[in-house]
């Protein structure tokens, strides 16, 4: 048999005159030719006379590791296998790579389909077990589905790797443990001469099992689809201990966090890391789409598809002119082109066939950051307009007004409260959870019954400690035909909070629906508010259980006075209500040249952590302002029907509330308006 020469026709874009010597003919050539390439594998180079490094792993990438391609020939579709192309997003990685490991920091990348991250988490796998001796790779995720993904392009390259830096192995089980070695002939037993570079195969099991790496140390490891492990961050807290110098704290394994837009089904957790990397340590950049200050990596589809990427020379490309650069080639995105050609034609084929189809389209293919946190068909609102809404009022710095409501001796009243409303969506342990009543416009002086409707979901104490469940109460004031009244058909008060003691809650919730004479529609599931407000005797400002219950569970036997319990039925017919009234119409106007403006009832939310809710809204997790403002909206619907006096368009004071929006006062909304206790002792809280 003929003595292997350990060469290969190797296609090297960085030295593209390099060409490997014959280890039988050239021995001594050959042991210096690869003695070299492996410290360029190891350690990188410098082209252009030192002015641009090129990282040891991108050498490997885009020289010596093999992928699948996708070929076409004549007509069909075949699979075939070769070097990755050098696009520009692989030198973005090559950088943000060795920032992270020299910063001890994690990436967490998500972003559009098909630009290869799972490429990345097996090039990056294979590069440090081929490489490097008694080094450990944990290939990680939800899923043993989306773990194969990753391991399946791993064992692709490494059978196709290069034939000096093939390794044997001693163990071969891709669902457990990979190991690098061989054994000794006398002894059969491994040999100490055996590499022991190991893939380690872990799964977390949906996030039910955070400590699935427990044990493990690292070089590299990879969690993939982060937006399917429901809990994400104490899966990652409780492998840290794995990743980090127990003496020092610092970093020794380079970790990414990796997901797919789309695939977001429990993304909650992935989305709050992403959005605060400075809490997780994780690598932070610019976010220049949506001016949220520091985010993860996000990958926008406009450079993650292939097609619209255009060859250009690496000298072009980096800004810098020298021969060891105009040699070599890189696809650069040409994103423009992809907005205009792919993302915006799909856009509008989605939008047509309905929003559930645009919110997977907007998921699969974001553009902007929070588009890849969408959960499909899991939110049935429009997501689009509940952003808008909220960077309105942050440019407009619209904003309530924390109140505390007490009883002076005579009447119950408001002053200002130093507390502030809660502001983070979920809550974490360690927040403060007390919150604090806002109010938007005051009550009525005299309100009639009927004109105030109010949503109540309570919280339940014995479960809330280490809960993100809060206790939300929203108040509503309908359209009616009184003149000189400021805004109506809108949410103008919201206590949402969990404080220590629940009584304080129940009484907060009790004084502002006493302050409002608002009848409330109550999450009866637990009764103790329930019983608090009996209790008091202020049980009549509670809604009996609605009639129309029935419609919705004909057969139910279940009868209880006050409110109802939000079974998945009933929260499809509340969301309904609450959908309809964010896209409805609420008001038309037309300038002097005659085009027409319409204001869609979302103008009219002005709480930001509400349309936050609406934003991330799922059918599984804790979403109480939803919940509460569906309530009083839907009891609100309920009485139109029956007592529905005026349109909005009646109203000059309420034009004037859509003219404001259109301004730029840099105050508040409700200038103009006063309250009883306004009127009595001219205080100036609302002007």
């Given amino acids: 048999m003929a003595k292997e020469t350990y060469q290969r026709k190797t296609k090297n874009i960085w030295f593209p005159n390099q060409k490997e010597p014959n280890a039988i003919t050239d021995p001594e050539l050959f042991l210096a030719y690869w003695a070299r390439e492996k410290e360029r594998l190891i350690d990188g180079f410098y082209l252009a006379n030192g002015q641009v490094y090129v990282s040891g792993w991108l050498y490997w990438h885009t020289v010596y590791w093999t992928i699948e391609l996708n070929t076409e020939i004549n007509g069909k579709a075949y699979k075939t296998t070769g070097t990755p192309t050098f696009r520009d997003i692989d030198w973005e990685m090559s950088i943000n790579k060795e920032k992270a490991e020299a910063a001890g920091e994690i990436i967490e990348l998500v972003g559009a389909r098909g630009f290869g991250k799972s490429v990345w988490d097996g090039s990056i796998g294979g590069y440090y077990y081929t490489l490097f001796d008694d080094v450990e790779v944990c290939i990680s995720g939800a899923h043993n589905t989306d773990i194969r993904v990753v391991t399946d392009k791993i064992e692709v390259g490494l059978t196709n790797i290069h034939p000096v830096l093939k390794k044997q192995r001693i163990q071969s089980n891709w669902k457990t443990t990979v190991r690098a070695g061989f054994k000794d002939k006398k002894t059969g037993q491994p040999s100490e001469m055996s590499s022991n570079s190991r893939f380690e195969i872990r799964n977390y099991k949906q996030g039910n099992d955070s400590m699935a790496c427990n044990g493990l140390r690292p070089k590299f490891h990879v969690l993939d689809e982060i937006g399917k492990i429901k809990n994400l961050k104490a899966c990652v807290s409780d492998t840290v201990p794995c990743w980090i110098n127990p003496d020092t704290g610092k970093y020794l394994a380079v970790v990414i966090l990796s997901g797919t837009g789309g695939d977001m089904e429990v993304g909650q957790d992935a989305g709050e890391m992403f959005f605060e990397p400075w809490s997780w340590n994780i690598l932070q950049f610019d976010d220049i789409w949506e001016g949220r200050g520091k985010i993860g990596w996000f990958m926008p589809a406009t450079k993650a598809i292939g097609k619209y990427k255009e060859p250009k020379k690496l000298s072009e490309y980096l800004g810098i002119k020298h021969p060891d650069l105009d040699q070599i080639s890189i696809l650069v995105s040409n994103e423009q082109r992809c907005l205009d050609e792919f993302v915006k034609p799909r856009r509008l084929i989605a939008e047509k066939a309905g929003l559930s189809s645009m919110i997977k389209e907007k998921a699969y293919y974001p553009i902007v950051p929070s588009e890849s946190f969408l959960v499909i068909s899991q939110n049935p609102f429009n997501v689009d307009q509940a952003k808008a809404q909220q960077i309105r009022l942050k440019e407009k710095q619209i904003t309530g007004t924390p109140v505390e409501i007490y009883h002076d001796g005579e009447q119950l009243t408001h002053k200002f409260s130093n507390k502030r409303p809660i502001d983070r969506f979920p809550v974490r342990t360690g927040d403060n959870t007390e919150g604090v009543i806002v109010m938007i416009e005051p009550p009525l002086v005299g309100s009639p019954w009927g004109l105030y409707t109010a949503g109540i979901d309570p919280y339940n104490q014995d479960k809330s400690q280490n809960s993100d469940s809060l206790g939300a109460c929203y108040v509503f004031k309908r359209v009616h035909s009184i003149t000189g009244e400021a805004y109506q058909d809108m949410l103008v008060a919201y206590y949402v909070g969990r404080p220590d003691d629940q009584f304080e809650w129940f009484e907060n919730v009790r004084k502002l629906l006493k ?46 006075d006050k409110g109802l319990h939000v079974t998945p039925k009933i929260r499809d017919y509340l969301n309904d209500h609450l959908k309809r009234y964010l896209n409805d119409v609420a008001y038309t106007s037309t300038d002097e040249e005659g085009n027409k403006r319409e204001f869609l009832g979302v103008h009219k939310v002005l709480d930001p952590m509400l349309l936050e809710e609406i934003i991330k809204y799922n059918s599984t997790g804790n979403f109480d302002r939803v919940v509460a403002a569906s309530l009083a909206i839907a009891y609100a619907d309920e009485l139109n029907q029956k007592m529905k006096e005026a349109t909005a368009n009646d109203h000059d004071v309420y034009k004037s509330y859509f003219q404001k929006i259109q301004t730029n006062q840099k105050r508040s909304m409700f200038n103009d308006v006063r309250s009883h206790k306004t009127m009595k002792s001219k205080n100036k809280m609302f002007l």
Avoid: C
């Avoid at 009848?519 to 407000?533: K, R, S």
């Fill in 515 to 560: 302050y409002y004479n608002a009848t409330a529609l109550v999450e009866n599931e637990n009764p103790g508010f329930i019983q608090y407000m009996t209790l008091k005797g202020d049980g009549h400002y509670l809604r009996d259980q609605p009639e129309w219950l029935k419609d919705i569970h004909s057969n139910s036997s279940v009868k209880r």
